[in-house]
């Protein structure tokens, strides 16, 4: 794969390119379900359809490391503030930041994402079909629903040769649609730390067309001091026929977010004296955000004689604004306007041996973005203001042989070309215009081998990520790019195996990454909050994932899953003359692990005890300052009522249940030893869920 980078200094415009086709919301998870051991060979590999491989296709027949979770059923009794309580249990997520809203759930999928200290990088999200990332990677989690989510799927490695601009993986996440039988449904939570959430759904069908419409609302006062949130959410998706063999799914997000506050990084010493604190400069210039998104997507298919034509479009409109801890530019004021489509036709009619897909996509992101003194949480004069634009443009085409009966080759390529623009709207401190081009070429190869009970399989895969907007921040000047910046380039090789016979299924992957330009953070004295990056020379990752489900009993049930991290540096001398060749990467422990058992009485009592350990991490490139290990264990317990013919669900969780101490996020290379964000201890919720009708 060639990489290639051309331009003139100067600051962001963004647009984030790919496309998603998770259209079909397809039947059973991997993981063995807890009503009791399944019949031998009852849900099968060939039985299991996955969609982010962009072709829909069942676990037997995919070559990658791919993970399904039944949402409804993981997030039944949690608190539903975030993706990683559906997540927690897949082998290779490391997941940071529930608490600070202001921050985003912090995601690294085989290290790719541990960098970011606000949104998720190098991660391709997907929202019922519709990409939430941005095209020059940045992704946040605030729009998405989990009260209505039905399923998720990630893709665990490299898959540039899908979407583009995604060294890391990707995770499509599929709202519900109504059957034929309505459903309305209500709930209402409460909790430790000031926490409510409400929520009414409703579902049903009319004349062939499916419907989802479901609204929330929660607040939470936040465990640290400056850590308050609010938030509201309207999810519509609507489904219908479009003729004998087309069908149009509609998709309708609305999110309202006015207060999102920012206790920010405190050092060792003041998380042991006082955990539930605030950043004193976070205090003094009131740090958080406020945003407001729509989203408006239509994804449509037509089953052809000659094969079936899938296509996308989507706009994003979006307000933002945040206050940092500092009065120079510290105000940031962004209006976001972001559309894109795609197509793509999957060949029939062809050889029985022969799969073929071909693909386009393309978006644009325009952010108009302002920066005003921070005058103690009052807006000053304004300091920067700059138009940004990202073009994204991608072809690709994806191909599958069958060698034999049990053997099966698939290869890929994709081209991609991203262009930023930048025109400089503050003249005061020069014209700080500019332009940078980065193509990519990024090839997949895979074998696979079917055996009796799943499949085994070898793949390579080259991935590039390039700097977002905002990490595309220029340290020496007032506006424009740091032009020094290159995008990461990503050599994947992986071996893996994934079976399911009976009450049990498994899988496991082996990988080794090469990474060459590994973007890595810092800050600056000047700028504390504010994060810059530089480029590592060469960095190598290894690693084992493994997951393991067993229905032990009737309504006993086992999950488990181990990962094995060993990532480091191995060129990188930064700005100063520092060498950290072999440190371990930062953010990041060598090994996490999840285990979870469940119970469900035939009475409907469900419970759950599930335990998250993650080992040492480190705060900094140096590795001088380690984190040390924990282990998170929760609670959750519900009891299926019926009452006058309806369904009503009463639920408790604890969550931290033996109050352990530990830290919810970790900034990497903070300014001042400010590395740590504590978590809470233990916190009691619970709720009560109502249904009326449905199947």
Request: a neutral charge; charged letters at 20%; proline letters at 4%.
């Amino acid at each position: 794969m060639a990489l290639n980078k051309d331009g003139s200094g100067m600051n962001t415009r963004g647009i984030k390119a790919r496309s998603a086709w998770a259209l079909a919301a397809c039947a059973a998870a991997v993981s063995a379900q807890a009503d009791g051991p399944a019949a031998p060979d009852a849900v099968k590999l060939e039985d299991v359809v996955v969609t982010t491989t962009r072709s829909a296709t069942t676990l037997r027949e995919a070559p990658r490391a791919v993970s399904l979770v039944d949402a409804q059923d993981a997030l039944a009794g949690t608190q539903q503030l975030g993706l990683d309580e559906a997540l927690v249990g897949v082998p290779g997520l490391y997941m940071q930041n529930r608490y600070n809203f202001a921050q985003d759930l912090r995601i690294a999928m085989r290290g790719f994402g541990a960098r970011s200290n606000f949104g998720i990088r190098g991660i391709k999200l997907i929202v019922d079909g519709i990409p939430e990332t941005l095209p020059d990677g940045q992704a946040g989690v605030d729009s998405i629903d989990l009260g209505s989510a039905q399923r998720i799927e990630v893709l665990r490695g490299p898959a540039s040769a899908l979407y583009g601009n995604a060294a890391g993986g990707v995770i499509a996440v599929t709202s519900e649609l109504g059957s034929a039988t309505p459903l309305f449904a209500t709930r209402i939570a409460g909790g430790a730390h000031g926490y409510r959430q409400w929520q009414l759904k409703s579902l049903g069908a009319v004349e062939g067309a499916d419907y989802l419409v479901n609204v929330s609302r929660t607040q939470l006062d936040g465990y640290r001091d400056q850590a308050r949130a609010r938030g509201a959410l309207l999810n519509a998706k609507l489904g219908t026929p479009l003729g004998e063999a087309g069908r149009l799914i509609v998709a309708l997000n609305l999110t309202d977010q006015p207060q999102a506050q920012d206790p920010g990084g405190i050092s060792a010493a003041q998380a042991t004296a006082q955990p539930t604190s605030a950043h004193d400069r976070n205090l003094r210039f009131d740090a958080g955000e406020e945003l407001a998104q729509q989203r408006l997507g239509a994804l449509y298919r037509h089953q052809g004689d000659r094969g079936e034509l899938s296509l996308r479009l989507h706009t994003v409109w979006r307000d933002f604004s945040n206050r940092l801890p500092f009065e120079g530019g510290g105000m940031v004021a962004l209006r976001r306007f972001f559309i894109g489509g795609g197509a793509q036709y999957d060949f029939a009619g062809l050889p029985a041996a022969f799969g073929l897909s071909l693909g386009l996509d393309y978006d644009r992101q325009d952010d108009a973005r302002q920066r005003f003194d921070n005058l103690d949480g009052q807006r000053g004069e304004r300091v920067f203001a700059q138009d940004e634009q990202v073009d994204s443009l991608g072809a690709y085409l994806q191909g599958r042989y069958v060698l034999a009966p049990d053997w099966t080759l698939q290869a890929g390529l994709r081209y991609d070309r991203l262009a930023y623009d930048v025109r400089d709207a503050h003249l005061a401190d020069g014209d700080d215009s500019g332009r940078l081009t980065f193509t990519a070429l990024s090839p997949s190869l895979s074998l696979s081998w079917s055996l009796a009970s799943g499949l085994l399989f070898a793949s390579y895969s080259r991935a590039f990520e390039t700097p977002t907007t905002t990490e595309l921040a220029n340290p020496d000047a007032g506006g424009g790019f740091n032009s020094s910046l290159a995008p990461q380039i990503a050599d994947n090789f992986e071996i893996g195996y994934r079976a399911k016979r009976g009450p049990w299924s498994g899988e496991l992957a082996l990988f080794t990454i090469r990474l060459d330009e590994e973007l890595v953070p810092y800050e600056l004295e000047a700028s504390p909050g504010r994060t810059y990056y530089a480029n590592a020379g060469r960095s190598a990752r290894h690693g084992l994932e493994t997951a393991l489900s067993w229905a032990l009993a009737p309504g006993l049930a086992i999950h488990a899953a181990y990962t094995w991290s060993d990532f480091r540096f191995r060129r990188f001398v930064d700005a100063r003359g520092s060498d950290f060749a072999g440190r371990r990467q930062p953010g990041l422990p060598q090994h996490f692990a999840y285990f979870a058992l469940r119970f469900d009485s035939t009475r409907g009592l469900h419970a759950v005890l599930e335990a998250s350990h993650a080992g040492t991490l480190y705060a900094d490139n140096a590795n001088a300052v380690a984190v040390g290990a924990y282990t998170v264990a929760n609670l959750r317990v519900s009891q299926d009522l019926h009452v006058f013919g309806q369904a009503l669900s009463p639920y408790l969780g604890i969550n931290n249940l033996f109050d352990a101490t530990y830290f919810g996020n970790v900034r990497i290379n903070a300014f001042g030893g400010r590395y740590f964000e504590p978590a809470p201890g233990r916190s009691v919720h619970a709720g009560l869920s109502l249904r009326f009708g449905g199947p």
